[in-house]
């Protein structure tokens, strides 16, 4: 298993150690970590939680072209090639294929204690100041506005819906990044994702304060 781990990592550090800063090898080993400290609180397979969550990202819809599906079997091919087990790699691949956000009106998949583990890592590393940080790296690097009044969240009722929208990256806010402390299933991490949360909360007054010097009104 050391062995398998260890190959797994480099492989992926090598794919996203160019990726722009929401989605590159310091997000994958920050998943990683967190996910293996909410594995110390509430049980569960740590290999496994590990092995998914380095791999949670490996080809993720947002940079493959928009398939949804293309993950999870990539992930399932790199194990078994790798020399792992099939029920592990099929293990790997179904958490992987759950982990991803698909929209506000899009219900998550029930999942096993160790699926739960790492889309909650991902998530509390999508809120909070590094949340803040990445989501206006990703806007950046897709030419998304900072902020734009004229221009109100939705919240989308399908995948596809969600993956095409080009919105400003405030609305990203109010369509993902705040709604995600209530979808946290771990006790552990919903008590890491209040705290987040209200960083963001305080960071998205502010901003609409600054935008909008001398009218209170508008927040
Ligand atoms: P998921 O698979 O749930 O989308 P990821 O680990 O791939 O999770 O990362 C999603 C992160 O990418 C968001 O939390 C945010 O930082 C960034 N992101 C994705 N879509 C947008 C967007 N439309 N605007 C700003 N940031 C975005
Ligand atoms: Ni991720």
């Known amino acids: 298993m050391k062995a398998l781990l260890a190959e797994v990592e480099e492989r992926v550090r090598a794919k996203f150690?160019?990726?722009?800063?929401?989605?590159?090898?310091f997000h994958i080993d920050?998943?990683?970590?967190?996910?293996?400290?909410?594995?110390?609180?509430?049980?569960?397979?740590?290999?496994?939680?590990?092995?998914?969550?380095?791999?949670?990202?490996?080809?993720?819809?947002?940079y493959n072209g928009g398939d949804f599906e293309a993950g999870a079997k990539e992930v399932q091919h790199l194990l078994l090639s790798l020399g792992a087990?099939?029920?592990?790699?099929?293990?790997?691949?179904?958490?992987?294929?759950?982990?991803?956000?698909?929209?506000?009106?899009?219900?998550?998949?029930?999942?096993?204690?160790?699926?739960?583990?790492?889309?909650?890592?991902?998530?509390?590393?999508?809120?909070?100041?590094?949340?803040?940080?990445?989501?206006?790296?990703y806007g950046g690097s897709r030419d998304r506005a900072l902020y734009d009044p004229s221009i109100s969240?939705?919240?989308?009722?399908?995948?596809?819906?969600?993956?095409?929208?080009?919105?400003?990256?405030?609305?990203?806010f109010y369509e993902k990044l705040l709604l995600l402390k209530d979808r946290m299933e771990t006790p552990t991490a919903q008590r890491l994702a209040a705290q987040r949360h209200a960083v963001m909360e305080q960071f998205i007054a502010q901003f609409k304060q600054e935008w909008n010097p001398g009218n209170q009104d508008i927040l």
């Not at 958490?95 to 583990?117: M, P, R």
């Not at 939705?154 to 919105?167: M, P, R, V």
Request: glycine letters at 6%; aromatic letters at 6%.
């Open 30 to 62: 920050r998943v990683r970590r967190t996910a293996l400290y909410l594995q110390s609180q509430e049980g569960g397979d740590a290999a496994l939680i590990e092995l998914a969550a380095l791999l949670h990202d490996y080809s993720d819809h947002k």
């Open 17 to 25: 150690s160019n990726q722009e800063g929401s989605h590159d090898w």
């Open 153 to 172: 969240p939705t919240l989308h009722d399908s995948k596809e819906a969600y993956a095409q929208d080009k919105g400003h990256t405030i609305n990203h």
């Open 85 to 137: 087990a099939s029920h592990l790699a099929l293990q790997v691949a179904q958490i992987v294929q759950i982990v991803s956000y698909k929209g506000a009106k899009v219900a998550d998949q029930n999942t096993s204690l160790e699926g739960q583990i790492v889309r909650d890592a991902d998530r509390l590393d999508a809120i909070g100041a590094i949340g803040i940080a990445r989501a206006f790296s």
